[in-house]
């Protein structure tokens, strides 16, 4: 079976070979810092070891816009920068580690200042296509890709609270309704005609929609408004999608995810990740309840800092998900600094032993 199969069929919760052996989310910077601290060599690529599967390929282009804001660092004082990035926002970084910077001005708060970006949102700009498109195809074309389009942080919540902050997308909801629902609206029907672009060169597997719409404590909006506002856009993403041969449909939101996935499945999603543990997502509970919903992620990265026990024991709860179709076992997020070099090479041949590759 080849690697587009097996994902494929996986997901769709079909038979397959074996359960895919990839990880999604690879190490944060700090922690490549450390391991090169534990043994890791030098300029080594971290995953090369491991025979990972080829796993999921990402179709490079341009998603956003067109042109993109012309960067620039308004101040530095050697610990923060304040900068203004590709999307407009402006924003005060830590220099000093990776974190969640802290936004100051975002580039939607009228009617008047989305109008205008739609300038930038012309999706048959010859800019959008890398350089080197045409070598690029032919690996997108290759029989054991997975190919998806969309990206981190293209979606109808997820890209709209970058363009508006978080407080003011929610605040927009009750306050601007008219120009919420037409952002999503447009920017679905604009993300629709880049895909028909892409395909005039590449065939897709699947559709990839970030949100990042749930908090420890639920989703961020109430499941209603995602009826409303964003439904009939995922369902017309999905018709799309199913028109070209497209069957997969993939949404990424963290926290606790529990209150939306009946209606992320209604619009199409059938593979939803990374099911964080934290919050308390239970990835056997909704594969009970949700027999037909490709999961991938819900093993707990802190547990893998724990040690050697502590990662057996995570593996064996994960170990009852293999059991059914439809799971590939993945890490909730990014490679957490607190898990040394030595039992993350520990967990992951663990888990390829799990797996039987």
Not at 90 to 117: A, C, F, G, M, Q
Request: charged share 25%.
């Amino acid at each position: 079976m080849t690697n587009k199969e097996r994902i494929k069929n996986t997901v769709l919760c079909r038979s397959t070979d074996r359960t895919p052996f990839f990880f999604l989310f690879g190490p944060w910077p700090e922690t490549i810092t450390r391991w090169k601290q534990e043994g890791l060599e030098d300029g080594a690529d971290w995953s090369e070891r491991f025979g990972f599967d080829p796993g999921i390929t990402v179709v490079d282009f341009n998603y956003g816009f067109c042109p993109w804001f012309e960067t620039k660092e308004i101040q530095n004082d050697g610990k923060r920068a304040v900068v203004l990035d590709e999307f407009g926002i402006t924003k005060e970084i830590n220099l000093e580690e990776s974190s969640i910077p802290r936004y100051l001005k975002h580039p939607v708060e009228t009617i008047e200042d989305w109008e205008k970006l739609k300038e930038r949102l012309n999706p048959n700009s010859p800019q959008r296509f890398p350089e080197n498109w045409r070598e690029l195809i032919k690996g997108y074309n290759n029989p054991e890709a997975f190919v998806q389009l969309g990206v981190y942080p293209y979606g109808l919540f997820g890209t709209i609270r970058e363009l508006m902050g978080v407080e003011n997308l929610l605040m927009g909801f009750y306050d601007q309704p008219e120009l919420i629902r037409d952002m999503m609206d447009y920017l679905t029907d604009f993300w629709i005609s880049v895909y028909s672009v892409i395909l005039k060169d590449v065939r897709a597997d699947s559709i990839h929609i970030w949100e990042d719409m749930s908090g420890r404590s639920g989703s961020l909006i109430s499941p209603a408004f995602v009826r409303e506002f964003m439904l009939p856009n995922y369902q017309k993403i999905k018709r799309f999608a199913l028109n070209n041969g497209i069957e997969v449909m993939s949404l990424d939101t963290d926290g606790d995810c529990s209150q939306l996935i009946p209606v992320f499945m209604e619009g199409g999603i059938n593979l939803l990740l990374p099911f964080e543990v934290m919050p308390q997502n239970d990835i056997i509970e909704y594969r009970k309840k949700y027999p037909k919903l490709g999961i991938l992620g819900g093993i707990d990265k802190i547990k893998i800092s724990e040690g050697k026990a502590a990662i057996d024991k995570e593996l064996g709860r994960i170990s009852k998900m293999l059991e059914y179709p439809g799971y590939i076992p993945n890490l909730d997020h990014l490679v957490h600094p607190e898990i040394s070099w030595d039992d993350f090479q520990y967990f992951v041949y663990q888990l390829k032993k799990l797996i039987g590759v």
